[in-house]
């Protein structure tokens, strides 16, 4: 069983940065790929970012591709999303999510959530 905390979120002026963090319970955590999906209001949860249990490789959603950064640092049991250049339609609920089978854009293959961490982007 693996619990997952998300923290970082606030509200930011168009432009601005914020780092997510994602702590996550137990002794496995370098065997689980990491995953962060968001949710707007009135519109389903997608696909961020998501980063392979060792971080040799990263992925990204083309919609923040450029902007956004995600990394991990296993000996902390951390996943972080640093986000840059926020604009309004980043506005939403991120969630980390970890995956035993790998990394994947489905959010179908991730067995653990975490609650979410609001984060609000004014223009």
């Known amino acids: 069983q693996v619990q997952l905390a998300e923290s970082g979120g606030g509200l930011v002026q168009a432009g601005g940065s914020l780092r997510l963090s994602c702590v996550a319970s137990?002794?496995?955590?370098?065997?689980?790929?990491m995953g962060w999906f968001r949710q707007a209001p009135g519109k389903k949860r997608e696909f961020v970012s998501a980063?392979?249990?060792?971080?040799?490789?990263?992925y990204y959603a083309d919609s923040i591709k450029g902007r956004f950064t995600i990394s991990r640092d296993n000996a902390k049991n951390t996943v972080y999303l640093q986000m840059n250049s926020l604009k309004p339609e980043d506005t939403a609920l991120y969630y980390c999510?970890?995956?035993?089978?790998?990394?994947?854009?489905?959010?179908?293959?991730?067995?653990?959530w975490g609650q979410g961490t609001q984060v609000t982007v004014s223009s």
């Open positions: 999510a970890a995956s035993r089978l790998g990394v994947s854009f489905s959010q179908s293959q991730y067995e653990y």
């Open positions: 137990g002794r496995t955590f370098s065997t689980y790929a």
């Open positions: 980063i392979r249990s060792t971080g040799s490789s990263t």
